[in-house]
């Protein structure tokens, strides 16, 4: 056997052939081996291709066709089971596998998805009652607390769907409670709410006197409300009742609270000396895992009585101009700026010795630091609807501001002069404003005529209810155009 020496590049790069073998050469920048019939043979202890190599027959590695590899590799990629999907309360209640695949069974029909994250449509399921005077407030999506006759209940979301009753307390808050005209929004805040009883008796010196309460509920991790805050009119033997407590509203922002409440005053009452009886919103504030609520700022208001009028003979009348009927704060944890709006009502007069003509007033204030050390409510405007009317807010969102206004809204006619010349409506109307211009953005007339209408509201949509002369509830879905807001009847 004759052996040849080749040599390429270095000396290290030396390979030894058989005389009888091919011999492979550059022609032309490339290397070709042919063989016409039989068997091209490499044989080597490491064989390192540098590049790609390319094999337009079969491949075969320990007389295995490669081929069936790739058949099985692929045959199991199709036969992986798909990872189960997340399912969990409210809406799912348990992974069914059924050899192939994982699925979420949901806990009743209402809901739907893979993962039983759609919540049910809006049709009617379940009463919850009988509740008389009812006001109805949501915790998330898995519990409502009802206020209903002298008694607090609180239902919380079973796994079919249904809302059980958990306890009755009525030893938290047992008054009748006071809703102002139109469903209250926020009632709930995180693990907090507020109610008031304006009517709320108490047994004073012998007597019950209504002199109204307010309080401050947090739901502890048991689900029950424990009283944490306790506001109570004003009372005296020498001076009589001479405030009340009504409205409230609740706001948060991160670990910062604050309770605003308008205390009500008495016109009449002679022997009242500073501001003790003067009608003013009072503002309250608690951090982080304080019970404590202290308090931060008076709003007075202002102008709200007559001075002494003669009413004939030894009869000198003292009378209630206007009052608060409702407060409302914006949501603090969306919100970018903060917002209070309150709603004042300037009372009809007729009598023969003062005239005062009716109109709802909404009066706007802005904070910078709600809940906190710093927090300072500032008036920023206000808009008048003439006319004596039922009036509902809401917000929707944390910078438009939703009003129901009832029928009997005076609206000067065009180019008249004469400020007692006015049109007065037949119907009620929404009107929507934007609280960062200040301006109304949209008039909303109604698709049936009703003497007045409740609302309420969320970002997207807008839900109002009218009762004349049977209760019918409209939906309304927001817009969100680059020019603005406005709200469009879905429903």
Same mark, same amino acid.
């Given at each position: ?31 070709a ?64 596998f ?47 607390i009802? /206020?209903? @006759? &002298?008694k ?5 979301? #079973?796994?079919?769907?249904? =809302? $059980?009753?958990?306890?009755?307390? +009525? ?35 012998g ?37 009340q ?11 910062n ?10 016109a ?15 503002? /309250?504030? @608690? &951090? ?6 202290? #308090?931060?700022?008076?709003? =007075? $208001?202002?102008?709200?009585?007559? +001075? ?41 007069i ?58 009997g ?8 002069e ?10 009620a ?63």
């Amino acid at each position: 056997m004759t052996l040849f020496l080749l040599l390429f590049g270095t000396l290290s790069d030396i390979f030894i052939v058989r005389a009888t073998w091919p011999l492979v050469r550059y022609k032309n920048g490339t290397v070709a081996v042919t063989n016409d019939g039989g068997t091209v043979r490499i044989q080597s202890t490491d064989l390192v291709v540098d590049g790609n190599l390319s094999v337009s027959g079969s491949l075969f590695v320990q007389d295995r066709d490669l081929a069936e590899y790739e058949d099985r590799v692929s045959s199991l990629e199709t036969s992986k089971t798909p990872a189960p999907p997340v399912c969990q309360p409210p809406g799912g209640d348990k992974l069914q596998f059924d050899g192939k695949k994982w699925t979420c069974v949901c806990v009743s029909d209402w809901w739907s998805g893979d993962s039983c994250e759609t919540p049910p449509p809006w049709v009617w399921k379940q009463r919850l009652g009988p509740i008389a005077r009812g006001i109805v407030a949501f915790k998330g999506n898995s519990s409502v607390i009802v /206020f209903g @006759s &002298s008694k607090i209940e609180a239902f919380n979301l #079973t796994q079919n769907g249904a =809302f $059980l009753m958990k306890s009755t307390e +009525s030893d938290v808050f047992p008054y009748d409670p006071t809703s102002p005209y139109g469903w209250n929004q926020h009632m709930i805040v995180g693990d907090y709410t507020v109610v008031g009883s304006e009517h709320a008796q108490f047994y004073i010196t012998g007597s019950w006197r209504r002199i109204g309460i307010v309080c401050v509920l947090k739901r502890n991790v048991d689900g029950d409300w424990i009283k944490e805050k306790e506001l109570k009119g004003c009372y005296s033997d020498y001076k009589g009742i001479y405030c009340q407590y009504g409205a409230v509203a609740l706001g948060i922002k991160d670990s910062n609270r604050e309770f605003v409440v308008f205390k009500s005053g008495e016109a009449g009452c002679y022997r009242c000396s500073g501001t003790e009886n003067v009608p003013e919103i009072q503002t /309250f504030v @608690s &951090s982080g895992t304080s019970t404590t609520w202290t #308090t931060k700022q008076s709003i =007075f $208001l202002k102008d709200w009585k007559s +001075s002494g009028l003669s009413c004939g003979y030894q009869c000198t009348a003292i009378l209630t101009l206007k009052t608060i009927t409702n407060i409302l704060l914006n949501d603090f944890a969306a919100a970018t700026s903060y917002y209070m709006v309150v709603h004042v009502r300037h009372k009809t007069i007729r009598t023969n010795y003062f005239n005062q003509d009716p109109k709802e007033e909404i009066r706007l204030y802005s904070n910078a630091a709600p809940g906190a050390d710093a927090s300072e409510w500032v008036f920023e405007t206000s808009w008048f609807i003439h006319g004596a009317i039922n009036l509902a807010l809401t917000f929707s969102g944390p910078d438009i501001l939703v009003a129901a206004i009832g029928n009997g809204e005076l609206t000067a006619w065009p180019g008249s002069e004469n400020s007692s010349d006015y049109a007065v409506s037949e119907c009620a109307q929404v009107k929507v404003y934007d609280l960062n211009t200040k301006k109304e953005i949209q008039t909303i007339t109604l698709p049936q005529c009703s003497y007045s209408a409740t609302l309420q509201a969320n970002e997207d949509f807008l839900v109002v209810g009218v009762g004349s002369p049977n209760f019918v509830v409209y939906v309304y879905e927001r817009s969100k155009e680059a020019a603005g807001c406005s709200f469009t009847l879905t429903h």
